[in-house]
């Protein structure tokens, strides 16, 4: 019995030192915690000082590099216009060229130049060691529209002014749509516009041959070159009639005789209509 009774004691005393042991190596993770939940006022100051101390750093050094003499802007340089006049984009860019490249805010730049609706989208670069790139990517004519003036209509159907430098080439010419109405409702300019991505579509050297689309109660009609013949189209099926158009002028001598050619008519099905002065 007094074996057993000292046996039991052993083992409550080594449980009891085991126990002590493991409050012992809790303590030193229970002390760092403690010090990060309620920081002693030193430790506060510590930090706040060298807060300050990165804080002032951050802003001396970016001072520093906008004064710095190497970066100070020598060069705007422009890209991607082709219809606006370099001129007005620096002044629309409003660049001080006194200033270092790195106080230049490129966000409000690109905000400027954004302002001009002629503009669709801008990007603006710091080229170290004093170069600003500035890229423009403007409007592009889908379509040109005769009222009164002649104004430009984009893929998305912005309707702007004609600018000088903008070419007519193969782009066509809508007429009988009037650009009050269409700001009010731009259906029939969507459907125009779909009009003329299919002519691209089906053969796009007709529009060298085609003057002039006009629309009369929503329905188009071309004018052609080289005598002023009239294209009937109707509307609907304008795929297979265009098709029909572009063969004609391919495999038959209509196209040299358009001078002489009053009306062609493609609203009938298996037929073309060739009608002469």
């Not at 493991?22 to 807060?51: D, E, N």
């Not at 991607?80 to 002044?91: D, F, P, Q, S, T």
């Not at 004093?130 to 009222?147: C, K, M, V």
Request: glycine fraction near 8%; hydrophobic fraction near 40%; aromatic fraction near 6%.
């Amino acid at each position: 019995m007094a074996g057993a009774g000292s046996e039991t004691g052993g083992i409550l005393r080594s449980r009891t030192a085991a126990h002590r042991g493991s409050a012992c190596r809790g303590k030193p993770g229970r002390r760092i915690m403690k010090k990060l939940l309620y920081p002693t006022p030193r430790t506060v100051l510590t930090w706040g000082i060298l807060l300050l101390i990165g804080y002032g750093a951050f802003h001396l050094g970016k001072y520093l590099l906008a004064r710095a003499r190497m970066f100070q802007i020598r060069e705007v340089v422009i890209t991607g216009n082709r219809y606006l006049e370099e001129a007005e984009i620096r002044k629309l860019a409003a660049i001080n060229t006194e200033q270092g490249l790195f106080q230049v805010d490129v966000t409000e730049v690109t905000n400027r130049l954004l302002e001009n609706k002629y503009i669709r989208g801008a990007t603006v670069s710091r080229v170290p060691p004093s170069t600003i790139l500035i890229d423009i990517q403007e409007r592009t004519p889908l379509l040109y529209l005769i009222d009164g003036s002649i104004y430009m209509v984009d893929e998305n159907g912005i309707i702007l002014k004609k600018l000088p430098q903008m070419p007519m080439g193969k782009i066509p010419i809508i007429t009988g749509l009037h650009v009050a109405e269409l700001l009010q409702d731009r259906t029939p300019l969507f459907r125009a516009m779909n009009f003329v991505r299919k002519i691209r579509q089906v053969d796009g050297d007709l529009l060298t041959v085609v003057s002039e689309i006009h629309y009369d109660r929503g329905v188009p009609r071309l004018l052609l070159v080289r005598g002023g013949a009239q294209v009937e189209v109707g509307d609907r099926q304008h795929y297979q009639r265009l098709y029909l158009l572009s063969e004609l002028f391919k495999h038959s001598p209509v196209l040299m005789q358009l001078p002489s050619v009053r009306r062609i008519d493609l609203r009938f099905a298996h037929r073309i209509i060739v009608a002469k002065k």
